[in-house]
């Protein structure tokens, strides 16, 4: 199985402050089965970006997302305080054995 | 709009079973994979099974392979997963998703204590 290491686990960080998580799978993944997902509390996760840089329906700009092979990184330029939340990659590259980073908790300072 | 609604969670002993079901709505139901994962309080995502649009294949992680069993009626629109064996280490909330990124049903809560 294709495992997914997400890093930080955590970050504390100020409002206007640019925040990046990354993602490196243990073996080589397709870019258009590498997502990301945002979960807040009591929620379900909800897409951000998908295929490594497409942002999601109503997903402000703020958000992005890169990388290729198996290195892949998720950017919020500039966080809001409504972006506290914990941030997860998946890789579906491995259908239908997908798999998750373990996630990265964001909060403000 | 898809629409995934989940039911069937609840307070199980340690040793029995519980089914759990996901109705779905809003796109051609047979024409996709279905899934199911889960999330134990306050830990990260983990996929638990997978069937084919047909129905004609499942896929499992060690984890559950052998105790839990998808399927699918698709002539109603839902999708399930039967759980045997419960455990401890099961008690999450289970999520029905619709192949392609994106697409989650609301969750169930499964607690198996005794």
């Known amino acids: 199985a294709i495992v997914l290491n997400q890093s930080p686990s955590s970050i504390v960080a100020s409002q206007g402050e640019k925040v990046t998580i990354t993602c490196r799978a243990s073996s080589s993944i397709s870019s258009n089965y590498l997502h990301w997902y945002q979960q807040k509390p009591g929620a379900f996760p909800k897409l951000v970006i998908y295929s490594t840089s497409y942002r999601a329906s109503g997903i402000p700009s703020r958000f992005s997302g890169s990388g290729s092979g198996t290195s892949y990184s998720f950017t919020i330029s500039r966080v809001e305080a409504e972006d506290v939340a914990t941030y997860y990659c998946?890789?579906?590259?491995?259908?239908?054995?997908?798999?998750f980073g373990s996630g990265t908790k964001l909060e403000i300072k | 709009e898809v629409q995934l609604v989940e039911t069937g969670g609840g307070l199980v002993q340690p040793g029995r079973s519980l089914k759990l079901s996901c109705v779905a709505s809003?796109?051609?139901?047979?024409?996709?994979?279905m899934s199911w994962t889960r999330q134990a309080p306050g830990k990260g995502l983990e996929w638990v099974a997978s069937?084919?649009?047909?129905?004609?294949?499942?896929y499992y992680p060690d984890s559950v392979k052998g105790r839990f069993t998808i399927s699918r009626d698709n002539a109603q629109n839902t999708l399930y997963l039967q759980m045997n064996s419960l455990r401890s280490e099961d008690t999450a909330t289970y999520y029905c998703?619709?192949?392609?990124?994106?697409?989650w049903g609301q969750g169930t809560l499964v607690t198996v204590s005794s």
């Open positions: 069937i084919t649009n047909s129905g004609g294949s499942t």
């Open positions: 809003g796109f051609t139901f047979n024409n996709y994979w």
């Open positions: 998703t619709r192949e392609g990124p994106g697409n």
């Open positions: 998946q890789q579906g590259s491995s259908n239908p054995k997908f798999t």
